[in-house]
């Protein structure tokens, strides 16, 4: 963190919780593939309305960016940052946001509540099957919430419903995909050939899902953005929210970078249906298990893709490392889906020689 920021970290935390309270410690907070980087402030002294400890989300330049880079859909620089934005329409709906305690945003901060440091994936680690399930059906719940409720209560005023995940957007993160996890990654060059039919295969799937009925959606609703604090799951991370196809979210839950470790075919299934079931239970617009389950795969195969495609960009590119663990079971995720989708043969005929030791045998 940039030191100078203490004197008005110092400042804020005294205004908030009283003159008593100082900042007795600052531990710098794992972060991830944003801009972002985030601090643990320890608290001692104030009065009883004082709390022990905060998280300071440290925002990078104005942390007013047009939007992602692949969405670029704003026509000129955003007045309210993204996270408040989206943090004030979720959390009427009951979604477990952390709760904002001082907007620094003026100052280059965010002081944010503390929900702890267990996300949803190490909290199964070493539970039983019907554990597992019974947390992830919570997590569904709280999806639900910001997929119907959220849906349902649509305003122009959240920037989330100004963005579309829409077929020029999925045929982006496929391209990434095709640039990043087979061309420039080194190795043979692709074929006219092989191009030619990614291209028609990327662009079916990109025009299906497009065809779709669109969602409020997270974008980002993996176990490593929720977090178990007591008995319920919090939800963090959820400033690039937009409309998408509904089970979206649910393929991204059920299959990020480690979940293969903890989330059996069976049990994915069991969720799907309790997705698809609790769904139409809820209110939302009747959802045939049929099309639940197909655009599921299709979500989860795009995602698996773009995944692949990211991360290799991440270590390549950007320098950013650690990633490249994650690509085998991204790659096993891709196969395990096309046996499921036997209709795009050529791809898994495609990948078998970019990724033999994946798709082979």
């Known amino acids: 963190m940039d030191t100078k920021l203490r004197p008005a970290l110092d400042t804020a935390v005294a205004e908030k919780w009283g003159k008593g309270t ?12 944003s801009s972002r980087s985030y601090v643990r402030l320890h608290l001692n002294g104030g009065g009883p309305n004082s709390i022990s400890s905060a998280v300071v989300m440290v925002l990078a330049g104005s942390g007013l960016a047009l939007s ?30 952390p709760q904002i305690y001082v907007d620094g945003q003026q100052a280059g901060f965010l002081i944010l509540e503390d ?16 554990e597992t399930e019974q947390w992830y059906q919570r997590a569904i719940d709280q999806l639900l919430l910001i997929q119907i409720a959220g849906t349902r209560h649509k305003n122009d005023s959240c920037i989330a ?9 999925f045929l982006w993160e496929f391209e990434h995909f095709v640039e ?17 039919t990614l291209q028609g295969i990327f662009e079916q799937i990109s025009t299906r899902l497009d065809q779709a009925t669109f969602f409020l959606n997270h974008r980002d609703y993996h176990s490593w953005n929720l977090f178990v604090q007591q008995d319920v799951i ?20 059920l299959n990020d970078r480690d979940t293969p470790e903890v989330m059996s075919p069976a049990l994915e299934e069991a969720l799907v249906n309790y997705y698809h079931d609790t769904w139409n239970q809820s209110g939302g617009d009747f959802l045939s298990s049929e099309l639940v389950w ?5 979500c989860l195969l795009q995602k698996a893709c773009k995944v692949v495609g990211r991360f290799y960009y991440l270590e390549l590119e950007k320098g950013k490392t650690g990633y490249m663990r994650y690509i085998p079971p991204t790659l096993a995720t891709i196969r395990r889906v096309l046996v499921r989708l036997p209709q795009y043969t050529h791809l898994q ?10 798709f082979s045998g």
């Open 349 to 358: 005929d495609i990948l078998a020689d970019y990724f033999p030791q994946h």
């Open 68 to 97: 992602s880079d692949e969405l670029a859909v704003f026509n000129e620089p955003l007045k309210e940052l993204p996270y408040l934005n989206l943090h004030y329409f979720l959390e009427p709906l009951g979604v477990r946001v």
């Open 234 to 253: 919090r939800v963090i991370d959820f400033q690039d929210a937009l409309l998408a196809p509904a089970p979206y979210d649910l393929a991204t839950l």
């Open 161 to 169: 419903f100004q963005q579309r995940f829409d077929k020029r957007l």
């Open 180 to 196: 990043w996890g087979l061309d420039k990654r080194g190795g043979k060059a692709l074929s006219q050939i092989e191009i030619q």
């Open 294 to 298: 197909e655009e599921y795969n299709l």
């Open 115 to 130: 929900i702890g440091d267990l996300p949803l994936r190490e909290a199964v680690q070493d539970l039983s099957g019907a």
């Open 22 to 33: 100082q900042i007795a410690r600052i531990d710098p907070l794992a972060g991830d593939a």
